[in-house]
């Protein structure tokens, strides 16, 4: 099992960061965390050489320790999902860069108040792989990465993003991958017998114009080098989206069909409705 090689991955590691290490410990032990630890020890043996991944997911598993995250099976650690957003980029969208994937395992610790920069900064510092340009362009992928107080201006979110330095859009697109996905797993249980508390189909449709109006087939994305990989893959989930809506959701599934997406609808007939008949939050 996997589980049993995560002391020795961790050991160079744990000694600046014992939190972390003594978190991810105690994950390897629960045989529910299986999916967290098989991640962890993919990630923590391709990036073996290069340290400050191992680094960065101790610091992540430390920060996030005791919330949780949402999936289709329950509630996993918070720490499954940065593992998944650095596992999509290394093992889906191919990306070596073993600093790319340590900012995607760090991508949440700054949007969650887990941290400060201030208090990463001296994380970053204490390493042995630190240096001032380093810790300088990790703090720059991660600050881009969050989301601006009003929650609601995607549009100058995007613009700074188009900005930041490409390893940002990478993570941001790896995460808009995973989130997808994850409504994806969750959508026939949805539809099905919706739990108390559920996420509605309009969070479906949210996350299908996001990728629409700002990143697929956007100058800001397609000059990464491993756009293909993020257009098929985004592609091919949101088609999947896109059934589930036109079968459960009709009134999503039309207000979709203004927003210029007909050419995602293969197979699939949207009703014909009028805007002004949709409730879209």
């Known amino acids: 099992m996997n589980a049993l090689h995560i002391p020795t991955l961790i050991k160079p590691y744990a000694p600046l960061c014992t939190d972390g290490a003594n978190a991810l410990l105690e994950l390897a032990r629960d045989m529910n965390q299986r999916a967290t630890i098989d991640m962890a020890y993919d990630i923590l043996d391709r990036f073996s050489e290069q340290p400050l991944v191992g680094y960065a997911l101790l610091y992540a598993a430390a920060r996030h320790q005791g919330d949780t995250y949402d999936q289709a099976y329950g509630a996993v650690p918070y720490l499954y999902h940065a593992l998944d957003v650095a596992w999509c980029l290394a093992f889906t969208l ?73 390893e940002a859009r990478l993570i941001k697109a790896a995460d808009l991958i995973c989130n997808s996905a994850s409504l994806k797993a969750k959508a026939r249980i949805w539809f099905s017998v919706p739990p108390k508390g559920a996420p509605k189909p309009h969070l479906i449709a949210k996350y299908i114009i996001e990728a629409e109006k700002y990143v697929l087939d956007k100058p800001a994305f397609q000059t990464l080098e491993n756009y293909p990989l993020i257009h098929n893959t985004l592609l091919g989930i949101l088609q999947d989206l896109l059934g589930y809506l ?4 009709p009134a999503q599934y039309g207000l979709l069909d203004q927003l210029a997406l007909k050419r995602y609808h293969t197979g699939f007939r949207s009703p014909a409705l009028h805007l002004k008949q949709l409730r879209f939050i």
């Open 246 to 249: 036109d079968k459960e959701a």
């Open 94 to 166: 191919e990306i070596k860069d073993g600093f790319t994937v340590a900012c995607a395992l760090l991508h949440d610790v700054l949007e969650d108040h887990k941290a400060t920069p201030e208090e990463l900064n001296i994380y970053l510092r204490s390493l042995p792989v630190s240096t001032p340009e380093l810790d300088e362009q990790v703090l720059q992928v991660l600050l881009a990465l969050i989301r601006p107080e009003e929650k609601n201006d995607q549009q100058g979110y995007y613009a700074a993003l188009a900005q930041a330095p490409s």
